[in-house]
DNA sequence: CGTCCTATTGATGGGGTTCAAGGCGTGTGG
DNA sequence: CCACACGCCTTGAACCCCATCAATAGGACG
C-alpha cells in the first residue's frame, strides 16, 4: 500500500504500527482520466485515499483557465482535513486512470487510536502536502518558466521515488503538456519549448510517456531545486 | 486577543472553552518592520501566534527575488506544524512592526486537552490558512495583475474583518507596493500600475497607508473573488 | 536640510501567449 | 483492414502583458 511505503520514510512508523492502517474497512473507486473525482461544494464526507494513479487539485477561474494547485500521487491523501472542513472548496480530478480508496472518517479515528506513532505520521504527510504547496506558490510566482518546468518535473520525480513509482533515473508521466502547464502557470505551447530545450541541453530524454533524468544533480543545480521542503529527515 | 476572536467565527467555540487558550503561559517579543521573525532552516520548537502587526511567510529564489507565500495577521498561528516538522522549510518576516507570542508545545497541549472545542477550532484555523494559500496558487497562476491585485486586497480586508482590524469600507495596508508585487509575483512598478488602475475605476481609494474600498460586491465581481475558500460556515 | 525609502511615470524590451497549421499515433467504425 | 477522426505534440509568426531601466517627486526622519 503506497500510503504506508510514504509514511514509512517519516522514520517512526514501523510495520507494526502501520498494520492498523491497512486493516481499515474501505469502498475503492476507479476513476477514467478527465473524471471529476469531487466537485468544488461537495461535502466532504469521506477521506479518500489515493491507491494509484495520478490526479489533482484544481480551480477554474471565469475565464476558464484551469489552475492546477497540487497534483496527487499514489500514497496521498486527499480530504485530510474532512475533520474540520464542511465542503471542497477546490475540484479533485483523475489526470490518468485513478483507484481513490474511500473511507470513514471514524474507521480512520479507531486505526489512529489503536497505534500512537501513526497519527503523527498523518500529520506528517499533511504537513508535507502543505510544504509542497507552499513550494509550488514560489514556484510559480517566481521561477521563469524554463526552471519552473525543471523544478516540477524534479519533484514530482522525488515524490514519485518515494512510493516506489520511479527508478533513480526515469519515471512514467502519465500527463499532457496542457496539464503540465495549468499546473505551472504557463501555456501548452510554451511547456513544450521548454522540455525540448531540457532535452536540447540534456538534462531530459522523453520517448513516449517515459521521461529519462539522466543526472538528477545537475538539475537540480539547473533549476535551483532542493529537498528541504519534503522534510524527510523528521522523525523527532 | 485576536485569536480567540477569530477562533469565535468557527462558530463551536463559546468564551468559556476559550479560556484555556487566553491563560496559556507566553513570552512576546517585538520585531520591528524587516526583521526575520523565523529563518529558513530553523527548528520549530514553539508555537508562535501572531498577536499584531503584519508577517510574511516567504522564500528568496537563487535570482535574488522573493515570492511571499502568505500573509500573517494578528490572530494567525505561525508555526501549526510545530509537532510534526522539525525545521523551518520557509521563512518569516515582519511586514510592519509585528508583535508575536511564543508558546511552548507542551502549554498549548495542556490548554487543548482542558478543553474539548478548542483543538478543533485550531485546526480549522489551520485549514483555513491551507485554503488561502491553495487560493493563492490559483491567484498568481491564473489571474491576470488587475484582477490579481484587487483579488488580493479583498481577501485581506476580508481576513482583517475576521479579527476586528479592518471596518466594512476601509482597511489600514502597512506594507509597499514591492511587497505586493512579491506576493503576486509582479513587480513593484506594475502593482503601482494596477492600483492607479482601480482607483480610477472607482473600485478603490488610497490615502497614505489607508485604503477604501467603497462597494466590496462590485470589487469581487470585477476580480472573481467569493468567500468560499473562507470556510465561515463550517461548523459541524 | 540632506538622506533614504516609497511612490509615480514614461520608454524600451523581452518572456510568454495566442493563433494557426501540420504531423504523428491511436482508436474506431464502416 | 483501411479511412477517418481525434487528441496530443510540434513549430513558426505576431502580438501583448508585464519586467526592467531610468528619472523625478514626495514624504519621514535624524
Known amino acids: 500500500m503506497p500510503l504506508t511505503t510514504r509514511l514509512r520514510r517519516y522514520g517512526r512508523l514501523d510495520a507494526a504500527q502501520a498494520t492498523p492502517l491497512e486493516r481499515m474497512p474501505f469502498v475503492e473507486k476507479t476513476y477514467a482520466r478527465g ?18 494513479g495520478w490526479a489533482a487539485r484544481s480551480r477554474v477561474v471565469r475565464s476558464g483557465n484551469r489552475q492546477i494547485i497540487h497534483i496527487l500521487l499514489a500514497g496521498d491523501l486527499m480530504t485530510a482535513d474532512a475533520f474540520v472542513l464542511k465542503r471542497m472548496d477546490h475540484q479533485i480530478e483523475a489526470l490518468s486512470t485513478a483507484v481513490v480508496r474511500f473511507v470513514k472518517p471514524g474507521d480512520l479515528r479507531r486505526a489512529l487510536e489503536s497505534s500512537p506513532g501513526l497519527s503523527a505520521a498523518l500529520w506528517w504527510a499533511a504537513a508535507q502536502e502543505d510544504s509542497l504547496i507552499r513550494e509550488h506558490v514560489v514556484r510559480v510566482g517566481r521561477r521563469p518558466a524554463l526552471e519552473r518546468v525543471s523544478h516540477f518535473l524534479l519533484e514530482l520525480h522525488r515524490r514519485l521515488l518515494m512510493v516506489g513509482q520511479a527508478t533513480e533515473g526515469a519515471m512514467i508521466l502519465p500527463i499532457t503538456q496542457e496539464e503540465i502547464g495549468d499546473a505551472l502557470g504557463l501555456s501548452n505551447v510554451h511547456v513544450n519549448k521548454m522540455l525540448r530545450d531540457l532535452e536540447r541541453r540534456g538534462l531530459l530524454r522523453r520517448r513516449k510517456t517515459v521521461l529519462q533524468i539522466e543526472d538528477r544533480a545537475a538539475m537540480a543545480r539547473f533549476c535551483d531545486f532542493d529537498e528541504v521542503h519534503f522534510h524527510l529527515d523528521d522523525a523527532a
Do not use: A, K, Q, Y
Not at 35 to 41: C, D, H
Open 35 to 52: 473524471e471529476t473525482i469531487i466537485r468544488r461544494g461537495d461535502p466532504v464526507e469521506n477521506v479518500l485515499v489515493m491507491t494509484s
